[in-house]
């Protein structure tokens, strides 16, 4: 294996974070803001792209790093390194939202795993962290990660995160899994991802579920969010702009003058 071997535990349930346990010399690298807390005896560095390139050329530094950019991730990333000695020593990284983390094994899964731009919370050091064009025109502009997504490489540990609860299904060669376009955490590279069209007028006015759906055909394992977290942004934006009514109350504006809202 190229990648380093890391230890873990997800610790939690709604607000989950991971316990990576590191031997003397192991790193874990993580984007910036993930970071929770570690033991006495982990060096904290922030390095250029993902650390998979750290032995490559200037060019191929930059490369790297201009392809996260471009999946709308930070030019730098944090690498955490063991080096108290003999013992083991852990760094915790935590979830940005209420979701489930995912821990994906490369080595079993392909080596390559495709997933949504912001799904990436952290991976032994080695994995590649890059892009994944979309090629198909209609996937690019409706599929609703847009023509760029995340490609997870190598054959270490990796770990995603997704909003709500999260379901793995294994697609037989062939099978169809049809999701929403936002509902997608990821899928192994196997996996062919193409959008359709739902047709029928009343579906695409009044169905209230967009215009189309992703087709996901195996084989492969593919994983599924509940709660995307734009779907969450969007109603928490809605809540906190529409002016509500004081449903179910019998005090009316007079409740709202107690609780100090005049504007009524």
């Not at 899964?109 to 962290?129: E, P």
């Not at 959008?195 to 593919?222: C, M, Q, S, W, Y």
């Not at 969007?234 to 709202?256: C, F, M, N, P, V």
Request: proline share 3%; net charge negative.
């Amino acid at each position: 294996m190229q990648n380093h071997e890391i230890d873990y535990r997800v610790i939690g349930e709604e607000m989950q974070y991971v316990e990576v346990e590191l031997d003397p010399g192991e790193s874990a690298i993580a984007e910036p803001g993930s970071f929770m807390m570690m033991e006495d005896g982990i060096q904290m560095q922030t390095i250029f792209s993902d650390g998979s390139a750290q032995n490559a050329g200037i060019l191929g530094k930059l490369f790297s790093a201009g392809k996260r950019l471009l999946a709308g991730e930070n030019l730098f990333m944090t690498a955490y390194t063991n080096i108290a000695g003999a013992q083991k020593r852990h760094v915790s990284f935590a979830a940005p939202y209420p979701g489930k983390i995912i821990p994906i094994d490369l080595y079993n899964l392909g080596g390559k795993v495709i997933c949504q731009k912001d799904a990436f919370l952290c991976a032994a050091k080695g994995v590649s962290v890059s892009i994944e064009f979309q090629r198909k025109l209609g996937t690019g502009l409706f599929g609703g990660e847009g023509f760029i997504m995340e490609k997870l490489e190598g054959d270490g540990m990796a770990f995603m995160h997704a909003g709500g609860h999260v379901v793995q299904k294994e697609l037989r060669p062939g099978e169809v899994l049809k999701v929403d376009t936002g509902c997608i955490v990821g899928f192994t590279g196997q996996v062919n991802y193409d959008i359709e069209f739902i047709g029928g007028i009343k579906n695409t006015l009044f169905g209230g579920e967009g215009v189309f759906f992703a087709t996901l055909r195996g084989p492969g394992t593919v994983w599924i969010q509940s709660l995307p977290v734009s779907r969450l942004a969007g109603r928490i934006l809605a809540y906190g702009t529409y002016k509500q009514k004081d449903e179910g109350s019998i005090l009316g504006a007079l409740g709202g003058w107690l609780d100090g809202d005049n504007s009524r």
